[in-house]
Antibody, heavy 118, light 110 residues
Framework: EVQLVESGGGLVQPGGSLRLSCAAS????????MDWVRQAPGKGLEWVAN????????HYVDSVKGRFTISRDNAKNSLYLQMDSLRAEDTAVYFC???????????WGQGTLVTVSS | QAGLTQPPSVSKGLRQTATLTCTGN????????AAWVQQHQGHPPKLLSY???NRPSGISERLSASRSGNTASLTITGLQPEDEADYYC???????????FGGGTKLTVL
């Protein structure tokens, strides 16, 4: 059974940093592209970043470029999102997701809440 | 980064058919196709259709996806109470090198 379990969310002050983790199991983690998607309270889904299976290619939404860094450790079956210079508008539930069996994000974690507030 | 366009809400009666639309451009929906996810309140999204319009395993045959030009559609037949949810389309934008989502459609089953 495919499982994606996020951790690392919490309350952080504006300008602060946070590192999210996603532990994957039930599939060959080194195979698919992996993504982070977020959802602000009461709002729609927003794609944040993704990373190629070997980690050599990364893409980001414009609003997080230069502040967030996506990475993965295939030996540890883990995906990460380092978030720096956090802003109030980064407050959201962050989902780990992957295009595991097809060409679109077909598996999602339960999400972890990040709150940026003073 | 411009997103895809979806109607904010659609209301249909029990056992009726609902068609949800998603409009993009030649860089995303028109060339890359669109996937569809469903999200119930308080739950993570669930993929309903891949970009090639195929359903993942376990998704009801009452759902079907299609595309015409820059507009993708998701049709749900025989609406049931459990179909009441938010539906989002998403597509890879080759000019942005980014996934883009639609704003979501809230489907109400009357």
């Amino acid at each position: 059974e495919v499982q994606l379990v996020e951790s690392g969310g919490g309350l952080v002050q504006p300008g602060g940093s946070l590192r999210l983790s996603c532990a994957a199991s039930g599939f060959t983690f080194s195979t698919p592209w992996m993504d982070w998607v977020r959802q602000a309270p009461g709002k729609g889904l927003e794609w944040v970043a993704n990373i190629k299976p070997d980690g050599s290619v990364k893409h980001y939404v414009d609003s997080v470029k230069g502040r967030f860094t996506i990475s993965r450790d295939n030996a540890k079956n883990s995906l990460y999102l380092q978030m720096d210079s956090l802003r109030a508008e980064d407050t959201a539930v962050y989902f780990c997701a992957g295009a595991i069996y097809g060409d679109s994000v077909d598996y999602w974690g339960q999400g972890t809440l990040v709150t940026v507030s003073s | 980064q411009a997103g895809l366009t979806q109607p904010p809400s659609v209301s249909k009666g029990l056992r009726q058919t609902a068609t949800l639309t998603c409009t993009g451009n030649n860089n995303n929906v028109g060339s890359q196709g669109a996937a569809w996810v469903q999200q119930h309140q308080g739950h993570p999204p669930k993929l309903l259709s891949y970009r090639n319009n195929n359903r993942p395993s376990g998704i009801s045959e009452r759902l079907s996806a299609s595309r015409s030009g820059n507009t993708a559609s998701l049709t749900i037949t025989g609406l049931q109470p459990e179909d009441e949810a938010d539906y989002y389309c998403l597509a890879w934008d080759s000019s942005l090198s980014a996934w883009v989502f639609g704003g979501g459609t809230k489907l109400t089953v009357l």
